[in-house]
């Protein structure tokens, strides 16, 4: 019986006969190690920092990304002037270009892609060539399939590889794994005032670290200590309020806590539940048979805490990403699985060293292989190109393109460059957005900020800035508190629109009666209205209607009379129905209107809003429907009448288990005193 022995944790202690034993790995010479730390620094320096960022345009996701910008270069605070799925730093992840955040976004860049790059190479350092080389152009393939069609790119994937890299070193007895532990902590700090998100899978990776320490008998939460410190140091780097940060933490909580609910999205094409499917299978598959190496290195270690410490933070990792990826099936499940492609790549650097024999490491190698395939179509498909663009990384420009816009910016004529472009864009958007002469402070509903910055006017938005966003009390009592205070904008751009095939009104619609408290109409066209701050607020008054208990698919009538009818209703999660919600999603809700003259409009309801007052009839789905409800009388076309209403859902069968079978329904009628 033959022992082999490792001289370091991260190689494995094989027992077997003699003529079975295989070597662990073939040692890379320095030369291949060098060589390995240039191509992976190089690479993801090359590809990974915007070199040539986006530009302005308009439209949803034009507009967050300008207001990230906006918000850090005006010190606007975080939780209490805005709420969002993003931090201080968001502006980082839109890689949208300007002057006054380019440097902080290129520098945090530039930063990442080191540290990811030489990380890698840190974990490949005892790997066979051949097999190195698999593992970067996996990587590399993960960070690719994120890109999506056109501009769009997903950041998510490499700001999940950093706390699971960290996870991967924390443990390592080399120095220089310890050092780059220790520097991963402070980037994850900076991570988590990029995207909320981030900030989640942070804490629960440097918990699960530091749970394992404590149990190893260390006693002081080094690592926990450091995030901590350089989170705040961060927060007031971004020009925060140290006393504001619980206010940051609680808001986002906030947008979270209500985010499946509200923004989920299943797939529209049977082949959806595959892929669901797919990477659950394909990643327990990878769990699995890393759980079998940790299994037999913990053994032969004695310290099975510190073996299983990685397999841990993958866990975590990978629910994040299947979340982040099929929440809102769409494109958005290119987040996935490049994440699911990039991390693969790196535990594969960690456990296929532990695993004895190459048929033994086969099965993990194929399923990697495997994974990056359906990550590159998954790509193609959505970005509707051929395999063959795939390699031609086209965010930014080829590859050419930046390494020549590398080489401007070193030269010193990069910026100007930019410059130029980005006042070309705000022009186009100028152009095709024209707005009348507005003084005063501004907001815009229901999202184009992008219009009122590119027209510089003075943008005053509410907290909750975009209006599909509003999905839950807190979100929408914090714009109502806002709105009632002497920062609400004196002008407001009115436009009505959704997304995700919402009922309209439910998007901040719970505001309105506000807005026409506190606005008087003063231009209506055709996309929007013009509203001005009022001296003194109009009277509301409302009266209450009559209530009932309904049940799925039940058609409700709604009461006639004049004015506007408000419903409210109250659909309940049972226990199970949190569960799922946390862990997946919950089935859609659909709100099937029945019109005046039998016609039915069929719009998705949002449970976690639907409890708030919103209007039902008429249907209002334009400026000018809108300013006949509630603007001056006589202006604009009436909305349709609605005569009754049932509450529905694609995926019936889901119900008992995750919703009440019981819906309380409560109606009410506004009416507004006259203009004075």
């Not at 990384?393 to 004529?413: D, F, H, K, N, Q």
Request: proline share 6%; hydrophobic share 50%; net charge positive.
């Amino acid at each position: 019986m033959a022992r082999l022995k490792a001289m370091s944790r991260g190689a494995l202690v094989v027992t077997g006969r003699a003529s079975e034993a295989h070597p662990v790995f073939l040692k890379a010479t320095p030369a291949f190690r060098a060589l390995l730390f240039v191509m992976l620094c190089g690479g993801a320096v090359l590809v990974l920092p915007p070199w040539i960022p986006v530009m302005p345009s308009s439209g949803v996701d034009s507009s967050w990304a300008a207001v990230l910008s906006h918000a850090f270069t005006h010190q606007w605070q975080f939780g209490k002037d805005l709420v969002f799925t993003f931090g201080p730093f968001g502006f980082v992840y839109a890689k949208l270009f300007d002057p006054g955040t380019y440097a902080w976004m290129l520098s945090a860049w530039v930063c990442i892609a080191l540290t990811l790059g030489a990380g890698m190479a840190l974990l490949l350092r005892n790997a066979k060539p051949s097999e190195a080389l698999f593992l970067v152009a996996l990587l590399f393939v993960g960070l690719r399939a994120s890109v999506g069609e056109g501009p769009m790119f997903f950041a998510d994937p490499v700001f999940f590889l950093l706390p699971l890299l960290l996870g991967l070193l924390v443990e390592d007895t080399a120095r220089v794994a310890r050092i780059a532990a220790l520097a991963l902590c402070v980037l994850l700090a900076f991570a988590s005032l990029v995207k909320f998100t981030f900030w989640m899978l942070g804490i629960a990776t440097i918990v699960v670290i530091e749970s394992g320490r404590v149990l190893r008998g260390n006693r002081w939460p080094v690592h926990l200590v450091l995030y901590a410190a350089s989170t705040l140091l961060f927060f007031l780097l971004a020009k925060q309020h140290l006393g504001g940060f619980s206010d940051y933490v609680l808001s986002s909580l906030a947008v979270a806590s209500g985010y499946s609910e509200a923004m989920q999205i299943f797939a529209r094409h049977p082949v959806g539940k595959l892929e669901v499917a797919a990477f659950v299978a394909l990643g327990g598959a990878f769990v699995l048979i890393a759980a079998a190496a940790t299994w037999r290195q913990a053994q032969a270690s004695g310290e099975p805490w510190t073996e299983w410490l990685p397999l841990s933070v993958l866990l975590v990792f990978l629910f994040m990403a299947f979340k982040a990826g099929f929440v809102r099936h769409d494109e958005h499940a290119l987040i996935a699985w490049g994440a699911l492609t990039a991390g693969l790549a790196m535990c594969g650097a960690r456990v296929l060293p532990q695993l004895p024999t190459s048929r033994a490491r086969l099965p993990l190698v194929a399923i990697c292989g495997l994974v990056a395939l359906i990550a590159a179509v998954r790509n193609v498909r959505t970005a509707e190109e051929p395999i063959s663009a795939f390699f031609s990384w086209p965010y930014g420009g080829s590859l050419g393109a930046r390494v020549e816009a590398i080489g401007s910016l070193l030269a010193g004529t990069h910026l100007q460059k930019l410059v130029g472009e980005r006042e070309a864009a705000l022009e186009q958007i100028r152009r095709s957005n024209p707005l009348p002469h507005m003084r005063g402070s501004v907001d815009v509903y229901p999202w184009n900020a992008a219009v009122v910055l590119a027209h510089g006017l003075e943008y005053r938005p509410r907290p909750v800035f975009q209006s599909f966003a509003v999905f839950n009390p807190r979100l929408l009592q914090a714009n109502a508190d806002h709105l009632n205070s002497d920062r609400a904008a004196s002008t407001l751009v009115l436009g009505l629109g959704t997304i995700d095939g919402r009922f309209l009104a439910q998007d901040e619609g719970a505001l309105w009666p506000m807005l026409a408290s506190l606005y008087d109409v003063e231009d209506v066209s055709e996309g929007y209205a013009l509203l001005r701050r009022r001296a003194s607020p109009r009277r509301l008054v409302w009266e209450s209607g009559p209530q009932a208990r309904t049940g799925w698919s039940q058609e409700i009538t709604i009461p006639q009379g004049e004015g506007p009818v408000w419903v409210q209703i109250d659909v309940q999660k049972t226990l199970m129905g949190r569960v799922v919600d946390l862990l997946f999603k919950a089935p859609v809700i659909d709100l099937v209107l029945t019109l005046e003259g039998g016609e039915q409009r069929t719009g998705r309801l949002t449970p976690t809003i639907a409890g708030q007052r919103f209007p039902i009839s008429p249907l209002i789905t334009t400026p000018h429907e809108w300013t006949e409800a509630f603007g001056a009388a006589g202006r604009g076309t009436r909305g349709l009448s609605v005569t009754s209403f049932r509450i529905e859902a694609p995926a019936p069968r889901a119900l008992a288990a995750v919703y009440s079978d019981e819906i309380r329904v409560t109606f009410s009628r506004l009416s507004l005193a006259a203009q004075r």
